[in-house]
């Protein structure tokens, strides 16, 4: 967190003063956002600073649903991490067409949400590993899935928005199917939970609970493998 602050204090020094430099060398305001919206220096300087906004933003939620991270749930969101880039990666090599600036602000936007994900569902299996979880432990993560759940509802909503406007396979098809496939799995994460908290008040005494989570478990990765495949068919159309 130390050195998030350090960099983001260098960040934000850098952008004000590139920022001063356009306005003191153009004079007016329109020339220095001309400046400023084309000088590659500038754009590097402005874009680093929303990322490190993004960060900041990631980190206090972080910080307000979870607390500080464990051990396991640090090494869960490293080893996704890896996964996740070289599967951006593929993805930018579907739609280079369509690479920009808002491109890189929507797949960083979708990398943090994807990690808050893992978070998620690093801290359930948490929970019903644990024999006494504080009533406030409870409340934060089903807040935090219902934050996600919301989050997943609103970028869908505009990524299929964005689809039925332009009437074409763009870019927004790929976050499309994420989102969706995020969301699925939230509702996944949720109701494990609830199978958890039921068969606390029965004083572990449900017997079926294995099952249901396994059919559980069983018809996400279905809906994923069949979202997936969707996606590949639609593209390769």
Known sequence: MMRLQTYAGLSLVSMLAVIYHAFNSRG???????????????????????????CILWQITKKIFLGSLREAEVERLNEQSWREVMEIL?????????????????????????????LAQKRVEYIETTPSVPMLS?????????????????????????????????????????????????VSTFIKYVFYVSD?????????????????????????????????LVIFM
């Open 28 to 54: 007016q305001f329109y020339p220095a956002m001309v400046y400023l919206s084309t000088s590659k220096i500038s754009l590097v300087l402005l874009l680093n600073m929303g990322l490190v906004f993004m």
């Open 90 to 118: 593929f993805a930018i090599t579907i739609f280079r067409q369509d690479f920009s600036v808002t491109f890189l602000a929507m797949v960083t936007a979708l990398l943090l949400i994807k990690a808050l994900h893992w």
């Open 200 to 232: 606390m008040l029965m004083e572990g005494q449900w017997e079926k609970k294995a099952v249901y989570t396994f059919y559980l478990e069983l018809i996400r990765d279905l809906l994923h493998l069949s979202m997936y495949l969707c996606f590949f």
């Open 138 to 186: 409870h409340i934060r993560i089903v807040s935090f899935l219902g934050f996600l759940l919301l989050l997943d509802c609103l970028f869908l909503s505009s990524s299929i928005k964005f689809l039925i406007q332009t009437r074409q396979a763009s870019v927004s098809l790929f976050f499309a199917f994420e989102y969706m496939i995020l969301a699925t799995t939230i």
